[in-house]
């Protein structure tokens, strides 16, 4: 027998378990609220739109259920390449899960972005929650316009609904009260202790790509791909050299900062974040490498790790 069945236990009698999609507006919380519900971070979060570019799994097992999140990019209207993938990648999410957990910003009405998803998720025909993120930040003057547009949304569809806020945790037990109840019974997909099915080298590159997130701003963040190039671990230190592209000579220049002082602040943030990963110490190097229009390249695109996801 191999080594993954061995792992893998034989769910107890009434166990329940199956794939839930993130699916909402980009900056509505989704990492966050995934972080959250498996204990860890492993999504890369920011207060920028598009954060998320791939998509992502995260795995909760209890007593009771194993529920394991897809975390997928916030749907936009896309414009450039890497959008339509990542848009593309987000919708088709919803058609590979049991239950979609479509996430809105509660601190803020329904909006058209919204209705569009909303009806995109309904035409795919899968079971849905609808869950209102951001609650802390509802200002009490206007929580009763924000209950009536969301509870016609779910209304409409016959979508249970939800409140709760992923950063204080408010809610966020009902919630996955919610879920277990709409998922049937089924096996353990993963061992029991496994947070995520994403390699650690994606990881640390997307650690990167947070600190470029939240240290630089305009188009940086957008035209920016991380991508770990060699890893050598001896006794002591682990070794990472890390390659930051970007589209034009002017963003390296942001990035890289005057004297190297952008740089320098970028690496150290990520490195003691790494460090936290994989519990041990880091050395990192990392270079700026200008690839112009690499977000309308298809092939450009793919090298990056971003392609068409079919299932
Ligand atoms: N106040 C408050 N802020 C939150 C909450 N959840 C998320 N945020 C913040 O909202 C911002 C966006 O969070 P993300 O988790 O990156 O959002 P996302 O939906 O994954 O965004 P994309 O990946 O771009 O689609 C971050 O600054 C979070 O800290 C919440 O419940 N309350
Ligand atoms: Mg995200």
């Given at each position: 027998m191999s080594d993954l069945f061995t792992t893998i236990p034989v769910a107890p009698e009434g166990f329940r378990s199956g794939f839930v999609a993130l699916i909402g507006r980009p900056n509505v919380g989704k990492s966050t609220l995934m972080n959250h519900l498996v204990g860890q971070k492993i999504?890369?979060?920011?207060?920028?739109?598009q954060t998320t570019r791939n998509r992502l799994r995260g795995v909760l097992t209890t007593d009771q259920v194993q529920i394991v999140f897809v975390d997928t990019p916030g749907i936009h209207k896309p414009q450039h390449q890497l959008g339509s993938v990542l848009v593309q990648n987000a919708s088709s999410a919803i058609r590979i899960v049991d239950l979609v957990l479509f996430v809105v910003d509660g601190s803020v009405p329904a909006g058209r972005g919204d209705a569009f998803i909303a009806d995109l998720i309904q035409r795919a025909g899968v079971p849905t929650v609808l869950g209102l993120n951001k609650v802390d930040r509802q200002l009490p003057e206007d929580a009763e316009a924000i209950a009536a547009s969301y509870a016609q949304l779910a209304g409409d569809r016959d979508w249970p609904l939800q409140t709760f806020s992923a950063t204080t945790g408010a809610g966020t037990g009902a919630l996955l009260e919610q879920l277990t109840h709409a998922l049937e019974p089924g096996p353990y997909y993963y061992p029991p202790d496994?947070?995520?099915d994403q390699p650690e080298r994606f990881i640390m590159a997307e650690l990167i790509r947070e600190q470029i997130l939240l240290q630089t701003r305009e188009e940086v963040p957008h035209s920016v791909a991380v991508v770990i190039e060699r890893v050598e671990e001896d006794e002591k230190i682990t070794r990472i050299l890390a390659m930051i592209c970007v589209e034009r000579p002017s963003q390296k220049a942001i990035l890289i900062g005057k004297g190297g002082s952008m740089m320098k602040a970028i690496g150290s943030e990520a490195r003691q974040q790494m460090q936290k990963l994989i519990d041990g110490k880091i050395y990192l190097e990392l270079f700026v490498k200008?690839?112009?229009?690499?977000r309308q390249s298809r092939s450009q695109l793919e090298e990056l790790g971003y392609r068409p996801e079919s299932e």
């Open positions: 999504a890369i979060t920011s207060p920028v739109a496994l947070i995520t200008v690839q112009p229009k690499w």
